[in-house]
């Protein structure tokens, strides 16, 4: 060892430096590896699955492996009929022919849970008159159809939580009802949907099919361009709201009707406070309400702020009813309900063309106005129009026609 002038104790000295080097670099490597996988595991535990170019995720809710899909029409051709699909972010609409849950789920990534129509056809179309389906917590938006922009129904359906809106129809911009069909609406809004053809700017709604809105559900600020009915064109089915339910802001824009058309045999029901607000028909009569059928107020129910426009008669109700339409044409307020703060050229209140109108358990007709003078501030009658217990200055009361004082008024 004498040439190397290392001496035994720096030779095992440098040894244990690069061993401890070597050690070190492997210690960085396994390391290294190990945050990489972790890193791969967050990643693959974490991301979400979703098609990102499609922004649309449904799964069969309660399976194993879960089944998840890009689009909802194969979700509903997959799901056994009776189970739960669960959308997130925006997806196109189906066709719905077996019994079915769609539930919306927030998505951080992919917003809102939505289904759009994109404006090629009704976004829903439910087929079978006993196919039941529950939509819970969605937006239906973006149709455009003949008939049901947002939601054509031949079954039951049962919209929870849930909003209709932006769609077009010629009949129903939001939702139509075949014949039969039934649609109930809990928590629910049905706004800023158009008929451009016969009506029902938010809903049309057919022969021995029914609307129900429940718990402060609305139908809001609906438009029917041509035909009647700017909320809702009610063609002798059953309109029911309860709950503090609402249809306001309304508009029918040169025909009948600006919140609900009722035809002859339909019927319409207020109950629990609910109401027929701030609607307007721009061309002819029934502000609130067109009544060929029944209407019944009771609950402390309201007609209230409604107009009917262009010389138009009837700013809360225009009540049809005679001898070819037996059992229609009447209006019936009960339990402290009330028509008031309505407006017309006539009938501020109610105009009636033969029919009944019929004033119990202290209901009112108040503060209502007629701009013509002599028009009936509050109730403008007309062909042998039956008034049951309508007594001026008692329960119809505080009406103003022509500026002055005028309850009752007829010819």
């Given at each position: 060892?004498?040439?190397?002038?290392?001496?035994?104790?720096?030779?095992?000295?440098?040894?244990?430096?690069?061993?401890?080097?070597?050690?070190?670099?492997?210690?960085?490597?396994?390391?290294g590896g190990l945050f990489v996988g972790l890193a791969a595991f967050a990643t693959l535990v974490f991301t979400p699955v979703a098609d990102a170019a499609s922004g649309c995720r449904v799964e069969i809710a309660n399976t194993r492996?879960?089944?998840?899909?890009?689009?909802?029409?194969?979700?509903?051709?997959?799901?056994?009929?009776?189970?739960?699909?669960?959308?997130?972010?925006?997806?196109?609409?189906?066709?719905?022919?077996?019994?079915?849950?769609?539930?919306?789920?927030?998505?951080?990534?992919?917003?809102?849970?939505?289904?759009?129509?994109?404006?090629?056809?009704?976004?829903?179309?439910?087929?079978?008159?006993?196919?039941?389906?529950?939509?819970?917590?969605?937006?239906?938006?973006?149709?455009?159809?003949?008939?049901?922009?947002?939601?054509?129904?031949?079954?039951?359906?049962?919209?929870?939580?849930?909003?209709?809106?932006?769609?077009?129809?010629?009949?129903?911009?939001?939702?139509?009802?075949?014949?039969?069909?039934?649609?109930?609406?809990?928590?629910?809004?049905?706004?800023?949907?158009?008929?451009?053809?016969?009506?029902?700017?938010?809903?049309?709604n057919n022969s021995g099919a029914t609307v129900k809105l429940r718990r402060s559900s609305g139908v809001v600020a609906n438009t029917s361009t041509q035909g009647y009915g700017g909320g809702i064109n009610n063609a002798s089915g059953?309109?029911?709201?309860?709950?503090?339910?609402?249809?306001?802001?309304?508009?029918?824009?040169?025909?009948?009707?600006?919140?609900?058309?009722?035809?002859?045999?339909?019927?319409?029901?207020?109950?629990?406070?609910?109401?027929?607000?701030?609607?307007?028909?721009?061309?002819?009569?029934?502000?609130?309400?067109?009544?060929?059928?029944?209407?019944?107020?009771?609950?402390?129910?309201?007609?209230?702020?409604?107009?009917?426009?262009?010389?138009?008669?009837?700013?809360?109700?225009?009540?049809?009813?005679?001898?070819?339409?037996?059992?229609?044409?009447?209006?019936?307020?009960?339990?402290?309900?009330?028509?008031?703060?309505?407006?017309?050229?006539?009938?501020?209140?109610?105009?009636?063309?033969?029919?009944?109108?019929?004033?119990?358990?202290?209901?009112?007709?108040?503060?209502?106005?007629?701009?013509?003078?002599?028009?009936?501030?509050?109730?403008?009658?007309?062909?042998?129009?039956?008034?049951?217990?309508?007594?001026?200055?008692l329960n119809v009361l505080n009406n103003i026609a022509g500026g002055e004082p005028n309850d009752i008024a007829g010819m």
């Amino acid at each position: 060892m004498g040439g190397t002038g290392i001496t035994g104790a720096q030779v095992v000295d440098g040894s244990y430096r690069r061993a401890r080097a070597a050690r070190a670099e492997k210690a960085r490597c396994v390391a290294g590896g190990l945050f990489v996988g972790l890193a791969a595991f967050a990643t693959l535990v974490f991301t979400p699955v979703a098609d990102a170019a499609s922004g649309c995720r449904v799964e069969i809710a309660n399976t194993r492996p879960k089944q998840a899909f890009t689009d909802l029409q194969t979700a509903v051709t997959a799901v056994a009929p009776g189970g739960t699909l669960v959308v997130r972010g925006t997806c196109e609409g189906a066709t719905l022919d077996k019994d079915l849950t769609i539930r919306g789920q927030s998505d951080p990534v992919l917003g809102a849970p939505t289904l759009d129509g994109g404006g090629l056809g009704s976004v829903l179309r439910i087929s079978g008159a006993t196919t039941i389906i529950a939509l819970n917590g969605l937006t239906v938006t973006h149709g455009q159809a003949v008939y049901g922009g947002g939601i054509y129904n031949e079954g039951q359906v049962a919209l929870k939580g849930s909003a209709v809106s932006d769609n077009t129809a010629s009949e129903g911009g939001g939702l139509y009802n075949t014949p039969g069909a039934s649609m109930t609406a809990t928590d629910t809004s049905i706004s800023n949907n158009t008929a451009d053809g016969n009506g029902g700017g938010g809903i049309y709604n057919n022969s021995g099919a029914t609307v129900k809105l429940r718990r402060s559900s609305g139908v809001v600020a609906n438009t029917s361009t041509q035909g009647y009915g700017g909320g809702i064109n009610n063609a002798s089915g059953a309109v029911i709201l309860q709950d503090n339910s609402v249809v306001t802001q309304n508009v029918a824009s040169i025909a009948i009707g600006g919140g609900i058309f009722n035809a002859p045999d339909g019927s319409v029901t207020l109950s629990d406070r609910s109401s027929i607000t701030e609607n307007v028909t721009r061309g002819g009569g029934g502000g609130g309400i067109y009544n060929f059928g029944r209407v019944l107020l009771t609950g402390a129910s309201s007609i209230a702020r409604n107009t009917a426009g262009n010389n138009g008669q009837g700013g809360g109700v225009f009540n049809s009813g005679g001898a070819l339409t037996p059992n229609n044409g009447i209006v019936t307020l009960t339990n402290v309900s009330i028509i008031s703060g309505n407006s017309a050229v006539q009938g501020g209140g109610i105009y009636t063309v033969g029919g009944m109108v019929t004033l119990v358990n202290k209901a009112k007709i108040g503060a209502n106005t007629a701009s013509a003078a002599g028009g009936g501030g509050g109730i403008f009658f007309r062909n042998e129009a039956t008034l049951v217990n309508c007594i001026a200055g008692l329960n119809v009361l505080n009406n103003i026609a022509g500026g002055e004082p005028n309850d009752i008024a007829g010819m």
